[in-house]
């Protein structure tokens, strides 16, 4: 046997497949807390499934996306006033997160908060962008004011029914937010969690 046929064959190693998301077909929007308009340049974040995606308005051309890294469904999403942060909370889950995303600087989060028992329905930046607001889904019915940046919870409250829509003063951090609940169309009341959290963080600076 000459030397050549003694030496061994060299082994050819594959690359590993990599699988990229092409496009995505359909979506899981059923109100509005499932899409959010981005201030100032008008981009569109909306849901599907575990799936964040971020396109065009005037083109509705695909322009990010993000895999929640739990692979659970997202029940809402919105972004902070400057467009700068973008907020979604995970559905119909136990212990769910609430991931806060730079959408054009990191695919991964910048913040983790997790308080809630079942799912997050509701999400609102405060007006400087320093606290986050979520609400829980039937199960939960609790709202949450974060001191999101430090990754801990500034205050909470626990409901006593449903809200229907949430927002956060445009300028400032107190009243921290109001809360629009609504058992029928006749009956609108607001309901305040103001929080002494957000005098004393903005007294420290």
């Not at 050819?12 to 059923?30: E, F, K, M, N, W």
């Not at 229907?164 to 921290?176: A, D, E, Q, R, T």
Request: proline residues 6%; charged residues 25%; glycine residues 6%.
């Amino acid at each position: 046997m000459s030397e050549s046929n003694q030496r061994s064959t060299p082994r050819i190693q594959l690359a590993s497949p990599v699988v990229t998301l092409d496009r995505i077909i359909g979506h899981t929007i059923t109100d509005k807390a499932r899409m959010s308009v981005h201030p100032r340049t008008g981009d569109i974040a909306y849901l599907s499934g575990s799936v964040i995606l971020i396109t065009q308005s005037n083109s509705m051309q695909p322009l990010k996306h993000f895999f929640n890294r739990s692979n659970r469904n997202f029940g809402t999403l919105a972004y902070s006033p400057s467009g700068k942060y973008l907020a979604a909370g995970e559905t119909n889950c136990r212990q769910p997160e609430v991931l806060v995303y730079e959408p054009f600087m990191r695919e991964e989060p910048v913040a983790v908060l997790k308080a809630h028992k079942s799912g997050v329905k509701g999400l609102a930046f405060s007006g400087d962008e320093e606290f986050l607001v979520s609400i829980g889904e039937r199960g939960d019915l609790r709202i949450v004011l974060w001191d999101w940046k430090e990754g801990k919870k500034a205050d909470s409250k626990k409901l006593k029914r449903e809200f229907c829509s949430l927002c956060f003063p445009l300028f400032g951090s107190f009243p921290c937010c109001l809360l629009y609940t609504s058992p029928s169309p006749r009956d609108l009341s607001t309901s305040r969690m103001p929080s002494s959290a957000c005098k004393k963080k903005k007294k420290k600076k």
